[in-house]
């Protein structure tokens, strides 16, 4: 079967010609993959003939308006009818394209998916999933920066979103669910997060453990760790920033000494298999949760091989059956609770 | 000149034993060092026998009375005259030591040092904070957990704080100071956040620059980051999390094969240097800024040498001229705006 994949071409810092060239790698690994381009075809189009491959399994879509970063999510809702990623969301709510992605502003794109694909029954406010790396296996944390604000219900709506795709995409029969807070005893944390747990603890289903910390989205402990918008943001952020920091520190440090440099050069292999584990590129692409339809979110500065790898979290998730599947559960879950 | 300093004994997950041997590393290194240990006797004094310089530069002060870790601050506060945290807490007070260093639980902790040290004239609620290792020179950070919700001016004073503190313990005489926030551009994040960046962008000798995210906590191009206690708790514990994540993933990689160990072995001093500078105890250690009297907070968690540098941290806050200096300067700056 074909899996047709609609992409945004003008989000993103680095629009279009970094997600062309992500879109391009996808389909030279994906032979399987058509894309649909929308965006402004003056600058794509040229772009477009280095990139033989996704030449010949794209359609092209053209539009002349534009999300800027800036813009605040009513102004891309209301005054631009026309945008590429409004277009491109919208080709999977007419069923031409089994899922969306884009680089570009993160609350636009969410505002735009929630009108234009709909949220599932019982979902108030969709969320950003994505999994991290661990000690022991992936863990799927959300919400990572669609709603600043988090009300008990988004909180309790989010685990068990987050329960649903951990089983389909983590293969976890019981994953365990948890909140993020600033310690794990049951006082911590303010109003909102304390009612949270209250309501989570009597939901029978859900394998709820409680509190973790920020150490555990990496410790792997916990399979699903929920928080607010804010919180995930930020700490998806730092994590980001600390893989750097230590990256760079490793390397500055073994380029001081020629012992440095000699054990470096024979350990090759395992440096650069260490630089593969923690390329924040190839961690790239979480999933808005919550929605009638796939629509994906890659990162903002994404170069190729960073926007290539969120077309795969796309193709994990567009599968028919398996998004069906996640949305079905989801609904009946919610309904239950 | 002497320099007293008071450690609760029985704060922190291996208490008393790793708090003392701590306490026994900070004496032998440093010369000038005299304690005054409080907590059960009937415990401390035999595990004394065995570190025998410390011994000799200390004065022991026996209680009964324990904060657990689990302990609402109000019980700790209300009911427990005597606890081994706030006799300590209360030698500084009473000008008996320059500081006072606890492992102990962090809520207590603090409700304690406000009500017996009393805050600066200005400041609503104190803060934690401490300097995180970036690719530039240590950045500071606060609030990393005394205040899980915060209004605009706490977030407000804290950015004073954490400016003075800057100048004073990095020696920046113009330090950059930011919001930790969900992005960079100045329509993003929740009310309390824009407003505060609203009332530091009008506050002329303040370096405010805005907006940070989460890896501005670790790449140094900012020198003060400001936040509330809940997001600040999460990121501190996000970087833990990560560092580890990273030492282990690349240990076990190294390990895999003959060329990993055999590059391990030689560049085996780079190794040392990185797992030094990732070391999370030899950053081990927060001041609680906004008191008129120096209370360091150390984790949980800290071992001999995690404890000891902690004291480090205190060392480095007590001198008397220092610490008055940075509270006469907060007082002056926040009655100024």
Same mark, same amino acid.
């Given at each position: 079967m074909t899996l047709r994949l609609s992409v945004d071409m003008m989000g993103g810092d680095r629009a279009p010609e970094s997600v062309l060239a992500g879109a391009a790698l996808a389909c030279e690994k994906h032979p399987k993959l058509h894309m649909h381009l929308f965006g402004d075809m003056s600058v794509v189009e040229p772009l477009l003939r280095t990139h033989l491959t996704l030449a010949q399994r794209t359609t092209l879509h053209h539009t002349d308006e534009v999300v800027t970063n800036n813009m605040p999510p009513l102004t891309a809702l209301r005054t #631009? @009818?026309?945008s590429s990623m409004r277009l491109a969301i919208e080709a999977v709510a007419d069923g031409l394209c089994h899922a969306v992605v884009s680089a570009g502003n993160t609350g636009a794109y969410m505002a735009l998916s929630k009108i234009i694909l709909k949220t599932l029954d019982g979902v108030d406010r969709p969320a950003i999933a994505t999994t991290l790396p661990t000690l022991k296996g992936p863990c799927l944390a959300l919400?990572? =920066?669609?709603?600043?604000d988090c009300s008990v219900e988004n909180l309790v709506q989010f685990s068990v979103m987050g329960e649903v795709l951990a089983q389909r995409i #983590? =293969? @976890?029969?019981k994953p365990t669910v948890a909140l993020l807070n600033v310690g794990s005893e049951e006082l911590k944390g303010h109003a909102v997060i304390q009612q949270a747990a209250q309501k989570l603890r009597a939901i029978k289903f859900l394998n709820f453990i409680g509190f973790a910390e920020g150490d555990d989205l990496t410790c792997g402990n916990v399979d699903v760790i929920v928080t607010d918008g804010f919180t995930g943001n930020v700490a998806l952020k730092t994590i980001e920033g600390c893989a750097r920091l230590i990256m760079k520190t490793a390397h500055q440090n073994f380029m001081k000494s020629w012992r440095g440099k000699l054990g470096y050069l024979i350990a090759r292999p395992a440096f650069k298999a260490i630089q593969h584990a923690m390329d924040p590129r190839l961690h790239n692409g979480a999933a808005f949760l919550g929605l009638r339809g796939n629509a994906i979110k890659s990162h903002g500065g994404a170069d190729a091989v960073a926007f290539a790898n969120a077309i795969d979290v796309a193709l994990r998730m567009m599968s028919e059956k398996q998004s069906r599947l996640i949305g079905d559960e989801i609904e009946m879950k919610l309904k239950e609770i």
């Open positions: #631009l @009818k026309r919400d990572l =920066g669609a709603n600043i #983590l =293969g @976890k029969p």
